[in-house]
């Protein structure tokens, strides 16, 4: 992979500066608690508060109550001389609370702001074990980092950049963090992948099964630096092959909205160009209806078809019997194959090439 050093990105801050950035780490509809040592709060406007004891705040239609009572405000700024902890998460120093309406109930959205390389360090502590090899965890590093900025950028107007969950990366606080995934951090400070000169969309995923999907078939939008790629490395991942049985009852009622009639068949009616389900079809005794791949696994349940690269559905006389291979939705990077090139000696620079080609690696800071 080659080198470009030091584009100052989508008119970021100079490029020596570390980035920050805003995690999404809670919704709280009722009340709940923070606590940490040498707590302060600060409202939206700098006023200082001094609540006694525990902090307990809830959302009411108007804002925010702090220890039972109103405050004039829609914004705190909560910092501790050490560690927040907030539903059995632990935070650095610093969570803001927001008051918001949302699908028309009040609730208190909890944002963690903090340095992108910690965040990097905790994405790489929650997604990959702490004892794969350094290179794949420098692999994961480069493409938390990259996904983190780019997200960042897109989101610039919304209070918060990522979500902690699967629909972004996966954050879990500081309490997860490995000493490797530090020195993964650490050995790839400021590095990112770019394609003309902007952060690529670095998704990744547990395994692919032995070849990575397109963003043309994934997601609907091609993307150059994502082809799909051959990997043939993620065959220890523990759902390389799995097998799946569900039984006609759940796959009615999974397809309750969808079809409205208990299904009889299910039968692949198109396939990418990787093999994954495309379309599948979906019939009763009086109609069937087309979906695609991806609605068939989240309507019966992303832990139970762990990808679409569905080799088989057979009837059964309980249901049906689906045989498959990988797990996750197949684009950018394969995690498991990340852990197979490292383990025979590929750094993390090729590995990122063979999930990415023709993006390049660039250091922001
Ligand atoms: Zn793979």
Redesign the pocket.
């Known amino acids: 992979m080659g080198w470009v050093l030091l584009v100052a990105l989508v008119g970021a801050a100079p490029a020596e500066a570390e980035q920050m950035v805003r995690i999404a780490v809670g919704r709280f509809r009722s009340a709940m608690s923070i606590a940490g040592p040498g707590l302060s709060v600060e409202t939206g406007d700098g006023t200082r508060l001094h609540p006694h004891g525990p902090l307990v705040l809830a959302p009411t239609k108007r804002g925010i109550l702090v220890g039972g009572k109103p405050v004039d405000t829609d914004l705190l700024r909560i910092r501790s001389t050490g560690d927040l902890t907030l539903r059995g998460h632990t935070y650095r120093r610093e969570l803001e609370v927001s008051h918001r309406s949302f699908r028309g109930r009040a609730e208190l959205l909890v944002v963690h702001p903090l340095p992108l390389e910690t965040y990097v360090v905790g994405i790489v502590s929650s997604e990959l074990p702490h004892k794969w090899p350094l290179e794949a965890l420098k692999a994961q590093a480069v493409a938390a980092r990259t996904y983190a900025v780019w997200q960042k950028y897109r989101r610039l107007e919304l209070p918060y950049h990522m979500e902690s969950t699967v629909l972004d990366q996966v954050y879990h606080g500081k309490q997860r963090e490995s000493d490797l995934a530090r020195t993964a951090a650490e050995q790839t400070r400021g590095i990112v992948m770019t394609h003309a000169r902007r952060p690529v969309q670095a998704y990744f995923h547990a395994?692919?099964?032995?070849r990575?999907e397109s963003a043309r078939a994934g997601w609907g939008n091609a993307l150059p630096y994502l082809p799909g790629s051959p990997?043939r490395?993620?065959n220890a991942a523990p759902r390389y092959k799995w097998s799946a049985d569900v039984s006609a009852d759940d796959m009615t009622k999974a397809m309750g909205h969808v079809l409205g009639e208990r299904v009889t068949d299910v039968v692949v009616v198109t396939r990418t160009k990787t093999g994954r389900v495309a379309k599948v079809k979906v019939a009763g005794p009086g109609k069937s209806r087309t979906i695609t791949g991806g609605d068939l696994r989240r309507l019966v349940g992303y832990t139970k078809l762990w990808s679409t690269q569905i080799d088989s559905i057979q009837k059964t006389r309980a249901g049906f019997h689906f045989v498959g291979r990988?797990a996750g939705h197949g684009v950018g990077m394969?995690q498991?194959?990340a852990r197979g090139f490292a383990e025979a000696g590929t750094p993390y620079d090729k590995i990122l090439e063979n999930y990415y080609p023709g993006a390049v690696l660039t250091r922001m800071y």
């Open positions: 395994a692919c099964g032995g990575t990997c490395k993620c990988g394969c498991w194959g």
